[in-house]
């Protein structure tokens, strides 16, 4: 079992940053690939990015060159460092644990933790 719980999300305006992290329990956290994932009102939940146990990464369009994830084993936490927002990154993201490597589907994680609200003023 994996427990994930997510913070660092907030208000902020556009161009700016957050960084948001995400605190995992168990031993395992190394094994797992880790992805990160969110939900604007309305709308789908959409993969962001993910990395791999070993840090290989992937990125959906969108969030290239702005977004970067990271992990740091040690401290069993994956981070989602966010520059130059803008609005419509405005959702609740949530992050994600499985052991099927890079996987841009909600079906491909076996635990989430409950997500953290971004918020983009334009």
């Known amino acids: 079992q994996v427990q994930l719980v997510e913070s660092g999300g907030g208000l902020v305006q556009a161009g700016g940053s957050l960084r948001l992290s995400c605190a995992a329990s168990?031993?395992?956290?190394?094994?797992?690939?880790m992805g990160w994932f969110r939900q604007a009102p309305g709308k789908e939940r959409e993969f962001v990015a993910a990395i791999t146990w070993s840090g290989g990464t992937y990125y959906t369009n969108s969030v290239k060159g702005r977004f970067t994830i990271s992990r740091d084993n040690a401290k069993n936490t994956v981070y989602l460092q966010m520059n130059s927002l803008k609005p419509e990154d405005t959702a609740v993201y949530c992050c994600a644990a499985g052991d099927r490597g890079i996987v841009v589907v909600s079906r491909g994680y076996d635990y989430w933790g409950q997500g953290t609200q971004v918020t983009v003023s334009s």
């Open positions: 168990g031993r395992t956290f190394s094994s797992y690939a």
